[in-house]
């Protein structure tokens, strides 16, 4: 059977493509549209339940198969959820009690504490390592991104 040669060249320029293609896709976000959304460990209403998620929770798309999706939590737990409880709405969970600031400095006037485990609106992506987010109580401000999940 005849062999396949590649030119060493050429398939150092084939992997970087493919590595640069890869890390150029941006992440796929979506929230819980529903009051409670049930995880399951297989894509089917049969499998094995894990978790409940409440609305307006973030999770990170992992595998899209259109009715289900294989989805990462703020934990880090996998599990697959019904495509039809998310919505493409970008929201981002607070690692820790956070500052919000008026603007996006560490200097700028704190407006309110975000606390740990609480769910905002991603309203602006990063800048500078700031993003911009909105409470559903109404308040908007600015909140370093390294204290949040799904900000990235």
Not at 57 to 73: M, S, T
Not at 76 to 92: C, D, F, H, I, N
Not at 108 to 128: G, R, S
């Amino acid at each position: 059977m005849p062999k396949l040669h590649i030119a060493p060249s050429l398939f150092a320029g084939l992997v970087f493509c493919f590595v640069l293609a890869s890390s150029a896709q941006a992440a796929d976000f979506r929230a819980v549209s529903v009051a409670k959304a049930v995880s399951y460990d297989a894509p089917s209403l049969e499998a094995k339940k894990m978790l409940i998620f409440g609305q307006d929770y973030p999770l990170e798309v992992i595998v899209n198969l259109g009715e289900w999706l294989k989805v990462r939590d703020a934990a880090g737990t996998l599990s697959w959820v019904e495509a039809k409880q998310t919505v493409q709405k970008r929201m981002v969970i607070a690692t820790a009690n956070t500052a919000v600031r008026q603007a996006d400095n560490a200097d700028a006037a704190l407006m309110a504490t975000l606390e740990k485990d609480v769910a905002v609106e991603l309203v602006a992506d990063n800048k500078n390592g700031w993003v911009k987010i909105k409470h559903a109580g109404g308040i908007s401000g600015y909140v370093q991104s390294s204290q949040l999940w799904g900000a990235q």
